[in-house]
């Protein structure tokens, strides 16, 4: 990819973004992005669309994504829609989009070359129904992440792991150090994923798709996927002492050196930045847990309700425009932690997880996001499952796994 631009070019780009209307517009724009980091990394989007004339209006919803969408389907299905919503890559929209509630944005994708400036493509075909685009991708966030504590390690007299298997290995120490050896939340999204990422790790990316992708419920079932469970179960009792609920709570015990690690996508990176700690140094990042290297193309786009106020209707343009003006793709991205879908932007700022990230991307190793592959009632259900057995010391891997499989064989 082309993460290239002068700062002149940017800063043009951005004025005759700019420009704007004279009179402002209220618009409000729901999301879930409440940790410090992330609120952080809103605050250049609000900023970069006030500077057009308009205002932002933060409409937060605390809970993460499993807790906002609802509220945010209800809203815009009950006649109260807003803005512009955020929703991730994927099929989470879908629905909405066929029930003809979200705004055709082709014209605007056609006249600004979405289509030569996105990437990879595929963000953009995911936005795409029926010929017609529904959403602007603004970022690429991956789930497959191991993040080191360099103090807990330290603490704990052993070196810091480059791998899984090095990780599983220094369990002991770190606990006999008082550390907990896996920071993970207690939400079912959270410890889904985890499995999710140990999937790709330990079955690698071809067993992956074809579980998530294929759905086939012969290879969930099976030898490949069996040692995933056992690594997953290897995952649980590491965790058994989190306590911590968000994910950024146990993002938190990484920083602060009570816990040696944590699975997490690169959205953890912006509570690094915002802690003052330094890639490399204070702590340390492995992609696909060190084993598989590889970028999922996940992450967050943004929906415009249709809204009878032609006012409102034109601050959604200018809005979707600003989001993904090369100015503002740099700012807010580098304060997310995730990789800008522009393949023309300079980062020459990313620290060294993102440059890793950026590496990959740049190889083109990259697989899809469980929300591009599964609908929603699907992953729900993943999700559920991966909740009761990180809770449920008694539930056996091969229980667990023949009930995954069954989920997967009734998939959409």
């Known amino acids: 990819m082309r993460y290239k631009l002068t700062t002149a070019a940017l800063a043009a780009t951005a004025a005759l973004q700019f420009a704007g209307p004279a009179a402002a517009t209220d618009l409000e724009i729901t999301h879930w992005w409440t940790s410090g980091g992330e609120a952080a990394a809103v605050a250049e989007f609000a900023k970069a669309f006030d500077a057009t004339g308009n205002h932002w209006v933060d409409g937060a919803i605390a809970g993460s994504g499993d807790t906002a969408r609802p509220i945010m389907i209800s809203r815009i299905t009950g006649g109260d829609p807003m803005g512009a919503t955020q929703f991730n890559h994927g099929r989470q929209a879908e629905e909405l989009v066929k029930a003809g509630l979200m705004r055709d944005l082709t014209d605007l994708a056609n006249k600004e070359h979405w289509k030569d400036v996105i990437r990879p493509a595929s963000l953009l075909t995911e936005c795409t129904v029926d010929g017609k685009v529904y959403c602007i991708p603004v970022n690429i966030h991956s789930w497959q992440w191991l993040w080191l504590s360099s103090k807990a390690f330290a603490d704990a007299g052993v070196p810091v792991p480059k791998n899984w298997a090095e990780f599983v290995a220094a369990a002991p120490a770190l606990e006999k150090a008082g550390k907990v050896p896996l920071a993970v939340g207690q939400q079912a999204w959270q410890t889904s994923g985890a499995f999710q990422v140990l999937m790709v790790a330990i079955g690698g990316p071809d067993i992956y798709k074809k579980v998530y992708g294929d759905k086939d419920a012969k290879v969930a079932g099976g030898p490949d996927v069996a040692k995933v469970f056992k ?120 620290n060294d997880c993102m440059k890793k990230g950026l590496d990959i991307l740049a190889k083109g190793n990259t697989i899809p996001d469980t929300n591009q592959l599964m609908t929603e009632d699907s992953l729900t259900q993943v999700n559920d499952l991966f909740a009761e057995f990180f809770a449920t010391p008694t539930m056996t891997p091969e229980d667990a796994q023949k009930r995954f499989a069954d989920i997967v064989a009734k998939a959409d």
Do not use: H
């Open 231 to 350: 690594a997953a179960d290897d995952a649980r009792k590491m965790s058994a002492k989190s306590k911590v609920q968000d994910w950024n709570q146990a993002t938190n015990l990484v920083i602060t050196g009570q816990a040696g690690g944590q699975i997490m996508g690169d959205w953890a990176q912006g509570e690094f930045q915002l802690a003052g700690q330094v890639a490399g140094k204070d702590y340390n990042c492995l992609p696909g847990l060190g084993v598989n290297a590889v970028i999922q193309t996940g992450g967050d786009s943004f929906y415009f309700p249709l809204l009878k106020d032609p006012e409102k209707s034109k601050a959604q343009e200018v809005l979707a425009s600003t989001m993904l003006s090369p100015a503002t793709q740099v700012a807010f991205n580098l304060k997310k932690g995730s990789l800008p879908v522009r393949g023309d932007v300079d980062l020459n700022a990313a």
